[in-house]
């Protein structure tokens, strides 16, 4: 009897892995596939809610409405308390999190036909950087949220040691792996035993010789495009009138998913129009005029995914042009920029985020105490584990390693399925 599952409740996508019949399966979730993106959309013109593909599908078919996208990003800060105002009402971040918890669970016992009363949730090595408190209390958040989502019992494990339970179900001879999981908020590394002998095991804990992450992701990668890139088509990096820079918070909540709707209010707005004053450059001037229009008309969203899909584009191209057919100055508008963005531009403004990734990784040697020739493997898996230029650099790192993929979206839901079955069978 399925009454357990493993719940991986992603920033950008979300799996849900059961153990049937010997194995692990993955639920459908949405249209026949197993991940359900981590969005929401209140729909303000049908009066509805809808998630996942959908809910992106509505906001981009221009429908008036809130979009909640990365709300995993809100655990272990400050703004999990808040609230925000949705369809007229006021609501809290931490009731936004438990409705999609809640509809993912829902989907999940819908598709396998059995309920779930007991969940192990993956969760990343640091929900905060260099934060222990922190980090402690966006697990105890999450758990309060699932509780109250509708499951009775909740534990969790580490995102990357999820990842190497699915990958040791498949092996036939022992390796010494280091898991790579670059996810849309957080990158995380364990370097762990893995063998058909252990796989048993009640207690792996010495098995794992080390475990570190560092708060970047899939995300991050969208926002430094899209700052290097996209926004100074909307006035970044321009110069006031008296050689001061424009103010530049706007355009960082603009390329952070979840604080795009901070900029959805009127004072935004005045302040957007009062500096307009202080802009003698015609083209700033023009650029101002975009952000201002696509802040009126809440594209910010819609600004953020032409990031996105220029990163996995650019992942596999040399280079895109990128028509930004909503980059207007009033409605009627119709001349808009299209820009040339190259793979090299992409890697320069990331750069200093896989440096970061690198110097993690080689921590978790350390910490583990082995060399990098140790390392069998390096098995990678999250949405964001392809993006060009990181595999070359972990090459570097651990030349002698063969590199594997796993299911980028599905490796930690099957692994923390296996780990609830382990713990509540």
């Known amino acids: 009897m399925a009454y357990a599952c493993g719940l991986d409740f992603g920033t950008s996508n979300s799996t849900v892995g059961v153990f049937q019949n010997d194995q692990v399966v993955l639920a459908n979730l949405e249209d026949n596939k197993v991940t ?64 999609y918890i809640r509809e993912l669970k829902r989907r999940a016992e819908t598709n396998i036909r059995q309920h779930f009363d007991h969940a192990v949730f ?52 022992e390796e010494l792996v280091l898991i790579v999981d670059i996810g849309g908020g957080t990158s995380d590394f364990s370097i762990v035993r893995l063998s058909p002998q252990r796989r048993n095991l009640p207690d792996r804990q010495n098995d794992i010789l080390s475990n570190t992450g560092v708060h970047i992701g899939g995300t991050d990668f969208d926002k430094y495009l899209s700052l290097a ?17 424009m103010p530049s918070a706007n355009y960082f909540n603009l390329a952070t998913w979840h604080t795009i709707n901070l900029l959805y209010s009127q004072k935004v707005i005045r302040e957007i129009q009062d500096l307009q004053h202080d802009i003698v450059d015609a083209q700033l001037r023009e650029a101002c005029s975009r952000l201002l229009y696509l802040i009126e008309e809440r594209n910010g969203h819609w600004l953020a995914i032409q990031a996105e899909e220029a990163k996995i584009r650019l992942s596999s191209e040399t280079s895109l042009i990128a028509q ?32 970061q990734i690198c110097a993690t990784v080689e921590l978790s040697l350390q910490q583990a105490m082995v060399a990098a020739s140790s390392i069998n493997t390096v098995y990678f898996t999250g949405g964001a584990s392809g993006v060009k230029g990181l595999r070359q650099k972990l090459a570097t790192l651990l030349p002698q390693a063969k590199q594997v993929d796993g299911d980028i979206f599905g490796s930690i839901g099957s692994g923390l399925g296996w780990e609830a079955h382990r713990r509540y069978a």
């Open 122 to 173: 993956g969760r990343p090595v640091h929900f905060i950087d260099d934060d222990l408190k922190a980090d402690q209390l966006a697990e105890d958040t999450l758990k309060e949220i699932a509780l109250a989502a509708g499951f009775k019992q909740v534990s969790f494990q580490f995102e990357p040691i999820a990842a190497a339970l699915d990958y040791e179900s498949r092996l036939q001879t």
């Open 324 to 355: 930004l057919d909503r980059l207007k100055t009033k409605a009627k508008d119709e001349h808009y920029p299209s820009i040339e963005i190259h793979d090299h531009e992409f890697q320069a403004a990331i750069s200093p985020l896989l440096n």
């Open 36 to 99: 359900l993106p981590s969005v929401i959309f209140f729909n303000a013109d049908l009066d509805e809610v809808s998630y996942g593909r959908a809910a992106l599908a509505d906001y981009l078919d221009g429908y008036e409405g809130r979009l909640m996208r990365s709300m995993k990003s809100l655990l272990g800060t400050g703004l999990i308390e808040g609230h925000t105002e949705v369809q007229g009402r006021r609501v809290s971040y931490k009731d936004l999190l438990g409705q």
């Open 229 to 245: 890139k996209l926004l100074p088509l909307l006035g970044l990096g321009g110069k006031l009138q008296g050689g001061a820079d």
